[in-house]
Structure formats: structure tokens, C-alpha cells
């Protein structure tokens, strides 16, 4: 189901927005209590979702639809505030907002505060659920903070007795098995191209307990043991000598999952270094982060200011390219008016938003690509009519800088076929991009400058969970034998020094206190200019050469040197196998788990837009010479960047790779 | 509403490990006589430090005379200069702006700005009841831009603090500390691109009150608590500003230094003369502003009562987040300031300075306005004094240049914290001088710490108390802020240039007090002591040219003449008005400000507490220069205008209370005759009639009192008195 299909068939009342949400609603509830994929940290309850649904139905019914969007099954990442469903990705739980209650309250162990009598809510949600109509589903789980590419760091569940919280799990292993009960011999997601009255049929007969409408009971039952089989880290489990444990990347993972799944259509997410493309890839979804700055980061709980993107995970490149217009219309409009980076009273709420759309002319050239938004949509699939060599004026740069020596000859390979197929099929001009114009040692330097500025900007933006008011309070003196409160680091604080470090000792996962830990030395006064200040110089530099690649589309100089994006693998690496406590079971070196966000990060430091697209194993001509007997064709991601602005774009040659 | 709470630590009760100082009194310090006997050499006396708040020396005295400790009576040759204080501030001034720095909660001074009577304005607003989400760091929430209102009163204040580099792009940094009233863990304050640099305040050091001092007598005196006197300022500041600007190699005094074999002793002597001479005006002082800054203020602690006997914990803190996120300038000085009286007056000015732009109201005691000191001392030179006479007159024009540089050997610096008056200021710079020459004298100077002013009560003095050592120092770890843009101030964000928009600005703020001072000087022929004091008061300079103003109107009706014909008058009546608005209306307005809080220092203008405008003002003024009223009875009447307030003309009042001037001829006539020849005296006039000059002179006398008594205190005396010599003469003839 892809959202124009969805926007198409309310329109053409073959289903309703309730029926279609009660869909999701039981995909989601299968994802949960059957596969225990832990994709939500929240369900939102089943009345208010078909409430929400109704509400949409009525809209299209009476021909006051809010967009396309309206009454769509959508999620969102738990770092962003949704009102009164919001529950905070930490385990600082303290200021969870209660769901029954109008207001949005929230407590300490002291007392509480009203703000206003106003629900709380970050303007993305609000762009999203009341703007544009859409219906939420529930919160996605993620790593603790944004912390963590394997969405093993989850906070949510995490108890007193310090017990590993249960990791989300890549379903794409169980997808390929569900299909394989299926008479429709297809996967779930991408492929979208079976008639309407399959979908309208697959609705109707959904329940909670076997929504892909699996005709053979038994297999179903066979297959849910093997779950909880595997769940439970029994031996020897597994019908075949596949091993269905595995990352879905993160942190937002939950949001890939679930539309990887199916349960959610539209995911909202952030991206830090790659947390929305990394996941994309890896559950063969596409996962868009637009130019830094494009959505008001107000209401999302900041990780790395100065890089945190809102962005999300669809199932194709249509439907993203659907909701960047959906939630971009009114940001599109006030980047026109001149106010691009300058301090104005004005501003949004997030003053750093659209900082780097200093050309609003790059945005109205690449409009004109698009048909009407109704036309180019709602009758995709059917009348998709497109030119001959749509790319032909598109120059695609290939970096032999990103061709680093770790990279697996089946990603290499796809890599390459994708890039044929844009040149055959699109009609783009590919130019390699040598090493003397963008030098390798770059991409390995934005790495570890990525690591010393996000965890520098995290220790700072996480100094507020204190326990005072954010945070988990406890007793310092519960949790430190008096030996230890007497010796060492400890006999020298002060008693509100003590409570602090135990709350945030306490409250902070593992990752969490790592990089915290490490974010505190760089920004320490004497390696300040010795780390940051380096990491720093050496992001400008990165950004820069980067950003010195692509064509100004204001000069339209036809430089040969040139190019308008770039094509690079998302990902060097496939999804570590997890055991049942959420533990990558080939990595015992935390820092390890960095490297899968090698290919990310560069574009991550540079603010440009970029979306990951699954490679089309079918489509390409790669052989799968890997073990376990999963299909890891399906696990390769292909990142499309270009410069700042021409998210319009990135999406358009996306659009052609899928 | 919410509280806050957390535990804290009874930090400020820990005591400074230093418990050989023993602080006898308010002024001086004594060693502990085991500690100091290496340096106490032989002299049976003990040696004693005291500073000397005007000049900043700390000299090694013997106590020959402990009884009169204030006195510079003892023997010159037991005074021994060791020390000089070398100081700089850092002010924190709190915006007089309606919402906080980056959300939209408002502050304290919405009322203010919302047009609401701010006489009324009341602070004790319900606690967190002016927070949004911003304020207390919700997870998610994000500064928003700045405020116009804040860059325009930054600006006014870099505008008056005369900063030559007011930036076009300024940026905010996050400095990172845990307590409980700063609820991001971080402040957003500027560090290395401040929004403005290099600014230079001058100032008159601070006077020491002398209780009766009149302020138009005591010109330099300018209102006690170093209120300062604008108009010698700018006359001499312009020499001084000239001295910044030369001073290009400030060390040049100091290489002239020759090697004068002078008689150590005389030089003593004329330094202890000098620094004791307290009673010449002292010469403006200019103090180098490094930088201005904007950022957020924190919440405010409130200690709470212990909860129970059994908790582990000593006590709790509530925090009150009404404050939280405020705008705050702070102001960095260069380390210029050499004494007590220099920090003190320097503060004093800029308060001044900013009430007068409106920037901060300046109320020291509500936190508005709050002052750390960097304090050390410098060894002096016995040699480099012999060298460097003129160092230490501050008169002498190279003296501001010897302020750029640090003398040698300058010791660690000590910064008090939060000091929230000018007399702790004083008191702060003391105790610090005192207590760090000790230490150097033991041979353990003080390190880097940081301390805070704990007040003393029940007899005990004032001391500072160690907060932060050198070991366990606070890495602020400063950050770019990446959730704000910088602050560009350019022709896309302000409309103009920031060079318009700061001229624009100045043109607004008005007249400076100096330049007031010497309109009043030239306009109303009023002397520059006199115009000094009225434009020290922001709202004396209206309330005085008013009244003149009603004084002349209501002069010309007394007298029932044209404007031509009192021209001579009209220097009579500036004066007048002057006088009263100085002594009498200030002295009124000055008791009702002591009664009230006992403090007034902080209060904007002195005139706050009087309702009376000029045109009553100018009425009393018309009627004492007319001659309806004596200056006594103007007094009862200006004190029942202060008292009752009200709206009555002072005419109504005096006739109220039956107080008129008798002046007619005629009237004082018949006023004498009927005393004069009032059977019951008729003694008296049969022995005026015969007695001899003595006798004479003494019965008019009688007549004089009688009259008056007569006239219920009404008559005019020089009349009456001429009237009464007319009526005895002729009762003579007629005898």
C-alpha cells in the first residue's frame, strides 16, 4: 500500500481512512505481540485511532480533504512531542505526560507544572496530525537519545534491576517468510503493483491476529513459535539455518520497522549521522533527510543541534516525495520571503530552521520538474506516464573517495549497477568524481569529527536531565555503599553534586553515558581547541569540498567538472545478527557499531538533503553470494545527495533509481 | 506553579581554613601575634595591616594607639606601605525589557512596559508563575530570536558605556555548569564574539558619607553613596580620555623612574599624608569596559527550613523560576580600579549610567543589579614609588596610564561573588586586601578562588568566605550555541546600518548628564556644583526647569509686571529653585527614602518619592522670591506639599494656615499703633519717650516681639520694623 494508492482509493470510496487504520492498527499489534519487533514505544488506543479516521472520511466524504495526507496511518519517532501521546525515548520517565489528561502535565517527584493549559507538541506533529489530517498510529521505539545504530539501545523499558531493555528487530526476515505463506508470492512493501481489489480484500479481512491474511492457521502458529523460539535465545529453533535476529539499523528504527512492516505509511524520524537512512536500508524502505534546517526542530528533543534533521521512512520514493510536498508547503513559502539565516523576530520557533536556504531561486528551479501535486499522484501506477530519458539533464557524480577498501564486492556491484541503470534507464550523465577532487581521507576524517561534535553537543543538550525537573530521581544514598559514598570521587561532592550523578548514572543508558562521558572531555577546556575546535575545522572542510562538487543551479554554469548529485551506497555494512538480550553478537567494541554510519555521516555534516533507496535486486542483475540464505539484496540502501535546497532533486533521481 | 527542589550542601558555612586572621574591626586586620612575630620584627608595638579605602594601599602599622584606630595620628615612621589593591568588576545587569531573553514569558518589567503605574509595580509575583517551557529547559524546546527590545537596550547600554566596537555579528556560546537554579545545565551567554567591546566609564571615586554634609555646600560630596557628581567629570575626563588614547606604551612613567636616593622615611611620611587627606574632592577615575555580553539569568534559590530532624539531608532549596532565562548584560572591566572607593564609585556610575538609558532599573538589593569583584594585590616597590611619586595622585596626568598596565608581580586574582551594594563592595575589597596581604606576608599567597560575601550580624563583621578553591575550579567548557544563529545586526535585520541604528538610538536617549549639566550652567546661571547635583537625579533636571518655569509666571502676576522688568530676577529665581529642590525637597525626599527602607542606594531618582510637580514647587518658589512668604513658613508649607501630596497650590495652603506675610505699609502701621498704644504698654512707650539710646533700642525690642506676636508670626520684619521706628518717632513729636 503506498499512500497516493491509499489517498486514491478513499477518494474513490473503495475503503475508508477506518478501515485502512484499523489495518495499520492491527499490523501494529501483530508486529508487537506476535513478532515482537518492539517498533512502538506507544500504540495510540484503537478508538482514537478509528476516532481520527472517521474524522478523515468525513472530510473526503463532504470534499474538504486536508491534502493527500488526510487520514493516512502515520507514526512518529518518540524523540518528537506529540501532545498528550508523547512518552520521552529515555529512561527519564519522569516527565512522561499522562495520556488520559487534557493538559499537559507532567510531574517530578515534587510537584508539577502546568504549561499554560497547552498540550505540548513539536510543530512537526502539529504540521502533520492537524494540518495535514494525518492519523497517528503510535510512537516509534529508538535508541536512547538518537544514540546507536542498531536500535539496541533502547531506554524505554529499562527497570531498576538494570535489565537490558529488549532491542527492536529487523522484520525483514520474517517478511520474507510471511510471503512465503502467502499465495501472492510477492514481499509486502515495495512492490506495489497488485490490483486494487487485492488491497480492498486484504483490508476487509484483517484482524489483529493474522492481518496479512494468511489462509494456513497452522503455518501461522508454526511460524509464531519459531518466533518466540528465537526471542527467547533457544538453540536450534530455526526450521531453516537462516537467523532471523537481526538489526534493523537505527536510532529510528522502530519508524523503518514499521513501515518496512506495513503498519505505518508515513514515519516520521530524525536524522543525526544516518539515523533514518541507515534503518532505511537496512528494511528496504526509503528514508529521506531533507537539507539541515528544512522542518522546525522545535518539540524534538535535540541530540546534536546542529545536525538533527526531521526527515521520514515510506515505503517508495513516490510517497516521500508526496509528504515532503504535503509538510513542506508552508516552510517552502516562508523560505521565499527573504528571511533566510537572519535573526528575525518573525522566525519560527527554530531559529536555526532553513538557516541554509540562502537561495530561494534553488528551490523554484527544481520545481518546475513536478506535475500538478493531484495529477502526479492519485492516478500513479495506472496512467504513469513518464519521459523517455527523464534524467537527461542531470549530471550524476560517482566519489571514488566514498569506494573505500572495506566496502563488500555485492554492495560494489550494486553500487555500480545502479549507477548504470540511472545512466540506460534515466539518461544521466555519469562523471566520476576522482580522488584528487574529493580525497578519501576526508570521509574517514568526518567520522571521528562527527563523533567528537555530536557527543560534545549531546553532553551539552543532555546536561538538562539532572533529575531536578527532567530525569529519574533516586536516592543517592539507595544506590552507593557507604564505603563508596566515603572514598573516592564521591566524599568529595557536595550533597546536590551526588544526586545528580546518581540520577544521571542511573537514568542514562549505557551509550547514553558513553557519550556524554566523551562529549564532556572534548569540550573540556584543554582539549577544547585541541578536539572540537579540529572537529570542527575539519566538518567546514568536508562541507566544503562537498558542497564545491555540485553545479550552482544560479550560475547554471555547464562546467564538465561539475555534477548535480551524487550517488553513493548507504551502507558498507549488512545487519549485525542480535541475540536475545539485544546484543550485536560479532561486536563487543562499542566504538564499532560508528563505522556502519561511515557513508552517512559526510553528507550528515554538510546539511545536505539525501534519501536512501532500496537497491532493486530484481531490477539489478546481482547475485546473492552470501550465507544464511537470507536475501541481504534486500538489506542495500543507495544514497542520492546533492547541495543544500535541492531536496526536489534528490528526490526526482531517486524516483528513477527505485 | 511548581517548586523545584534540591538538596544542597550548607556550603557557605564551611569557613575558610585560615583561622589565624582574627578581623577586630571593621577597617583593619590584626595578625595573630605567634604568626607575625618574623615580620613584627623587634617594634614592642604590634604591627598592624590597615587599608586605606581612597587610595588602595595596605600598610604595615604599628598599633601604637589602639584606641583611636581612625586617626592618622600615629608616628609616620610606623607606617610602611606593602600592598596595593588592583581591581576590576564584572556587572550583571538585568534588562529592563518586556519578555524573557529567548522565550516569550514575561518578566517582571511587562508592568512597565505595558503602561501600568510603576510606582505601584509589585515584584511579589506568585513563584514560576512567569515560565514557558523554554525557560525550564522541556525536552525539545528551543530559544527563540531575540528580542528587539533586547538589542535596543543592549545597544543603548554600549552606547552609554561609550564602547568603540559595537559588533555587527555577535554570537551565543553555552557555558556548562549543574545547580539547581540553572535548569539547561548550561547558560547561553557570549564569551568570544561579544555584542560590544572596549568601552570606557568615567567616574568619581566613592565619598565617604559625612552625615551633615549639605549637598550644595559639599558639591563634590554629591549625595551620599557616591552619587556621583557629573559635571567635574566631564571638564577633566576629556584630558583623561586623551591619556587612554596616547597611551600607547604605558610603561614609558616607569622607565623614568630615576634612581632618587630620597629618604624612605619622607616619602612614608607623604603618602600617609596624602591618603589621609580625605577632604580635598578626589579626580575622576576612568575604568576600561573590556566587553558587554548579553545572556539569561538563572532562577532564584530560596532556602528552605530543614524538613526534619531525622533526614539525611541537611536542608532543602526551592527554586523559583520567574527569573530563569531573563536578559542580563554583563559588563567586564579591565583590572583598572586601584581601591575600595574606585570599585565603589565605578559601580556607582555605571548604575547610574544605565538607570539614565532606562536599560536597568538598577535596584541593587532586588538582584537587578549585581557586582563580582576581581580582587588581588600588588607588592609595592619601595623604589618604584620613590620613582613613580605621582603614581599615587591620581591628579597627575600620567596616573591613567599607569592603570593600563598590571604593576609586577600582581598576585592570583580573587573573585567575590554576587555583591549587592556599594557598602559591600567596600566591604568586600577590605576583607579581601586584608586577608590576601596576610597571606603574602606569611609567605603563602592567596591562589585562584572564588568567594562569596557573607554579611556579618550580631556584632560580627562582614568576611568573605572560600567557595570554589583553585583545585576543584569549574571548566565552564563553553560551546557554540548551535540552537541560535549568530546575531547579525545589519541592514537586512535592523533596517539600516548599525551605525544609523546606533545614532538613531543615541538621538533618543537624549541629552547626557554632563551635557545637562552645562545647559543648566549656561540657560539658568546656575554654578556647575549646583547643576551637578540636579542632573545626578534622573528626574530633578524636569522638575527643576518646570519650576522655574511656574516661578516666573507666577512672579510676574505677584508682581504685576511684564516680562522685561524682572530680567535681574531671573537668575534669583533659577537659584532659588535650585536651592529648594537640593536641599529642601531632596533632604524630605531623602528622610521619607531611609524611613522606608533604609537603603538609597538602589532607588532610581530620589524624586520617585515626591508627587509634588513643578508647578507647586514653582508656586512656593514665586511667593518666597516675592516676599509673600519668609523662608520659614515656605518650609511648613513645602512639608505639608510633601506629606499630604495632593493638589493644592502652596498660596491655599499658606492661607489655610494663616500664614501671610503682612508687607502692606499701611497695615503694619496700624498693626504698630495699636500695640504701640495699646493701654497695657503704655509704660513702656512713656519710657521710650524719656529713656536714653540703650533703653530705646531695648523697649523696640519689646515692640518688635509684641508686634509679631501680635501678627501671629505674619509680619513682614524689615517692614514691620521700619514701620514701627515710623510710628514711635512720631508718637515722640507728637508727645
Redesign the interface.
Known sequence: MTIARAARLFRSSKITCEQLCHHSYNLAYFAENSLHLNSYAKLVPLEQILQQASQSDERIRNGNSKGLLDGIPVTIKA???VGRYWE?PNA?SA?LSSGNELEDTYS??????S?NNQV?E?DIARRLLTDCGAVLIGITNMDEFGMGSLGINNGLQRDVQHKRPSPTYNPVPWMQRLASLLESKQYLRIKDCENDDYWVGKLVNSTPGNPHGIHDENCLADLLEEVQNSIRGEENCHRTDEFPLLSPGGSSSGAAVATSHGSSLLSIGTDTGGSLRLPSAWTSTVGFKPSYGTYS??????Y???LDTIGFITATTECAEIAWRCLGAKSKAARAD?TS?????Q?S????AR?YHKDSNLCDHNCHIHRPLDQHTLFVGETMVTAEKPLADIRVGIPSAFSLEEIPPIIASAWSESARSLQNNGGATLVTISESELASPWIRLALSSYYVLAC??A??N?????G???GVNVNP?SLYSDHDANNGPLC?M????R??SANRAHGFGGETQRRVLAG?SV???DR?HTH?EAAAVARANISRSLENLFRSSLTNDVDDEKVDVMLVPTALTFPPKLNQNGDDMQQTDPTAAFANDVMTIPISLGGFPSVSVPVNADKLNIENGLPNNIDLRNMIGMQIFASRGSDDLVLRVANELQ | ?????????H?HCRRSPSPSIIVQCYCYCRFASSSVSSIATSTSPTPTLRYDRDSGIIFLENDSDTSSSKTFATPPSTRLPLYQTVIGIEIHAQLMVPTKLFSSAPTRHRRIHDGLNSDHYDDGSTP?EN???ID?????????????STINASLLSAIVLNCNNIHTISRFE?K?Y???DL????QITQQRWPIARDGLVVFLPHVATRSNAKLIVDGAGAGEGGDDDGVPIRRRGMRNRRGVQENNHPDESDNDVDERNCQTRELIESLSSKSSSTSSPPDPVQLRIERIQIEQDTGRTIVGSSSSSSS???HYSYVDHNRTGCALIEIVSHPDLRSAHEAAGAVSRIRKLLQMANVCDGKMEEGSLRCDLNVSIAPIDIDDVIGGDEESDRSAGGAQNTRMVLPPNTGHRVEVKNLNSIRQIIAATEYEALRQSKLAQLGTPTGRETRTLVVGSGGMADETVCIRAKG?AV?Y???PE????????DE??LGCTLDEYVDKLRTELGESPEDAASRLVQDYGLTMDVAGVITGDTRAILLFEETVKFAKNEYLLLKNCDDDDIDGDENMLSTLAANWLCNDLFALAKTSTSANEGNIQSTVSLLDYSSIDGQRLGGLIAMVAHGSLTSSMAKKVLNIMFVEGGRDHPRDIATANGWQVVSDKKTLIQLCNSVVFDPKNASQLEQYKTGEERKRWKIEKYFVGKIMAASKGNAHPELMKEALSTVLEKACIDS
Not at chain 1, 494 to 497: I, N, P
Not at chain 2, 482 to 489: A, E, H, Q, V, Y
Open positions: 524523540n518528537i512531542a520521552m527519564c516527565i517530578t517527584d515534587e510537584g508539577e507544572c504549561l505540548y513539536s526542530r522545535y518539540g524534538v528533543v535535540s546534536v543541534s546542529s527573504g539565516g537572519r535573526w528575525n523576530v522566525l520557533r527554530d531559529s536555526t538557516v560534545a553537543e553532553s551539552s543532555l546536561s538538562r536531565y539532572d531536578l525537573r527532567f544514598d568529595d557536595t550533597a546536590l553534586e544526586q545528580i564532556t569540550l573540556s577546556s577544547f572540537y | 506553579m511548581f517548586w523545584s527542589k534540591f538538596i544542597v550542601h556550603r514560576n515560565v514557558h517551557a525550564i529547559a522541556y525536552p525539545g524546546t528551543l530559544p527563540q530570536p531575540i528580542s528587539t553555552r556548562h549543574f545547580y539547581g535548569p539547561q545545565g548550561y539525611p539531608v541537611s576543584d571548566d567548557r563553553f560551546m548551535p540552537d541560535l544563529p549568530p546575531l547579525i545586526l537586512e535585520t
